[in-house]
C-alpha cells in the first residue's frame, strides 16, 4: 500500500505495532491486532473468527507496522481468511505527515 491509498480513507487499518505505540499515535481509525495474538506454538491459530470480528472482510484491508516481521504475520493471517490486504510502512507514514506539519 502507499501513502496516497491509507490517507484516502477507503480501506480499513490495521496496526500490528506493539500496544504502547498503538496508544501513542496511530493511523485514524486505525485497529490494533497484535501479531502474538494469532500465533500459538509459533503456528497461525486454527479459529482467528473472532480477532477478526471487527473487520469487513468486504472492504480492502491495509497492515502497518515499523516491522515487518509482525505486518506481515497479521497479512498473512487474513489474506488466509480471505481478506484484501496488503502491508504499509510506519515509517513512510511519518515521513510524509511530518512533510505535511512543515508546510
Request: charged share 30%.
Given at each position: ?91 513512510d507514514w511519518q ?9
Amino acid at each position: 500500500a502507499d501513502y496516497d491509498l491509507v490517507r484516502s480513507g477507503r480501506v480499513q487499518m490495521v496496526d500490528a505495532r506493539k500496544i504502547q505505540e498503538f496508544g501513542r499515535e496511530k493511523i485514524d481509525n486505525a485497529t490494533w491486532i497484535s501479531p502474538e495474538s494469532l500465533l500459538e506454538q509459533g503456528r497461525l491459530k486454527s479459529d482467528l473468527n473472532d480477532t477478526f470480528a471487527r473487520l469487513n472482510t468486504s472492504q480492502p484491508t491495509v497492515v502497518y507496522s515499523d516491522d515487518i516481521f509482525g505486518a506481515s504475520i497479521v497479512w498473512f493471517a487474513l489474506e488466509l481468511m480471505g481478506y484484501d490486504a496488503s502491508i504499509y510502512r510506519w515509517q513512510d507514514w511519518q515521513e510524509h505527515e511530518d512533510r505535511s506539519s512543515v508546510d
